[in-house]
């Protein structure tokens, strides 16, 4: 099954149509950028020759300079200085009264003027008397420097937000179809269930050998598991009953369970202390989980080899270990051997680890991870639950 291959590229798509209308973005505003800083020198030196002009002619009562001062008096968003040649400001614009009475203010702002890349503009005034004019950019050119910023924090917000509801109301409704389907599972199994254990009561009370009634046992024991197994289909979608009970005889009970179902060369084995490891658990739940970790266990060890399963302590956790000796997981794998649709079988559905670390982590407040996987040597599977005390 790809579908996480496509959820990826899905992915993929958002973030190369994201970064290609940031790129869009950035490339228009540095082409309105110097459109604007052209049109900012063109006033300038437009504003260099009425200053020029009228300063020339200042004397003179004859000389209309009104063109001039309405220039001057244009420039309402442009910071500009004026210095004479020994660096003493002459005139400032567009700064408040306070700004402009404050010596030490406007002393600043000259020389972060000169630390631009922008020349000042040199404008004769009288004969032997040079000027020189320094600007910076008005404020909104320094918004439109930051408009690519922005639009990247507004996109990546969208998106963010986009995803999460996307991908909450693709859960909830994957949730809703599941628990549909389990509880729907659980009905269909009730009649054949109770065909046979009807069939078993028969057997029981006909003349059958020893050896009969051993198999008949195991079948009802069979039976018993179907009933559980329905059982746990019926209640998906439930917050399920916890109880202190003892880590160890849960696994014990499982793995004696399996190893009865498995290969004969297929040797099964729990190490752990003489004392008990006691945490909050559903039995029927971590014993469904344990079981479908020993059962992938088979599956990859192809009839032979050992699986070993640790309980111990650690950190406030009871930990369980479940290693075997089968083929291993390949390492591109690892990240996503939780995730609804993997399996590395030909059949199935690949559903049994996503609700493994589902029962685990949001049912027991726990951790499941794979803790060390080696292609052709193995595999171990960590379970973490919360201890309680004894």
Not at 29 to 38: M, Q, S
Not at 184 to 210: M, N, R, V, Y
């Amino acid at each position: 099954m790809d579908i996480y291959k496509k959820k990826h590229r899905w992915k993929l798509n958002l973030v190369f149509a994201g970064v290609f209308i940031v790129l869009i973005t950035i490339g228009y505003t540095f082409y309105l950028g110097n459109r604007l800083k052209e049109v900012l020198e063109i006033n300038m030196e437009n504003f260099a020759d009425a200053y020029g002009s009228m300063a020339q002619n200042m004397d003179d009562v004859n000389k209309d300079v009104n063109f001039e001062t309405d220039v001057l008096q244009r420039n309402k968003n442009i910071p500009i200085i004026i210095v004479d040649e020994l660096d003493s400001i002459v005139m400032s614009l567009t700064y408040s009264e306070s700004k402009a009475g404050n010596p030490g203010y406007m002393r600043r702002e000259l020389e972060r003027m000169k630390a631009s890349d922008r020349k000042p503009i040199t404008v004769d005034t009288q004969v032997g008397v040079v000027n020189r004019i320094y600007y910076a950019p008005p404020f909104e050119y320094k918004l439109l420097s930051l408009l690519p910023l922005i639009i990247l924090l507004l996109l990546a917000t969208y998106v963010f937000v986009g995803y999460l509801g996307f991908s909450s109301s693709r859960t909830s409704e994957q949730n809703r179809v599941w628990v549909g389907m389990a509880r729907e599972t659980a009905h269909q199994l009730g009649t054949p269930i109770s065909a046979i254990i009807a069939w078993l009561e028969h057997l029981k009370i006909t003349d059958i050998d020893e050896e009969q009634r051993e198999i008949v046992s195991e079948l009802e024991n069979d039976v018993s598991r179907l009933e559980l197994i329905a059982d746990r289909f019926s209640k998906i979608g439930a917050e399920p009953n916890l109880e202190k009970m003892d880590v160890v005889v849960l696994v014990k009970d499982t793995m004696d369970y399996m190893e009865k179902r498995a290969p004969r060369k297929v040797e099964f084995k729990l190490v752990s202390n003489d004392h008990a490891h006691y945490a909050r658990v559903n039995k029927h739940l971590i014993n469904w989980v344990v079981e479908n970790l020993m059962r992938n266990a088979l599956d990859a060890m192809d009839g032979r080899g050992m699986i070993t399963t640790v309980v111990q302590d650690d950190n406030g956790y009871v930990v369980i270990d479940i290693e075997d000796t089968g083929k291993g997981i390949p390492s591109g794998q690892l990240k996503t051997v939780f995730e609804p649709g993997f399996t590395t079988r030909k059949r199935g559905w690949g559903l049994g680890l996503s609700l493994a670390k589902r029962i685990v982590e949001n049912y027991h407040q726990g951790k499941i991870f794979v803790k060390r996987s080696t292609p052709g040597e193995g595999t171990t599977f960590t379970i973490k639950l919360p201890k309680e005390e004894d």
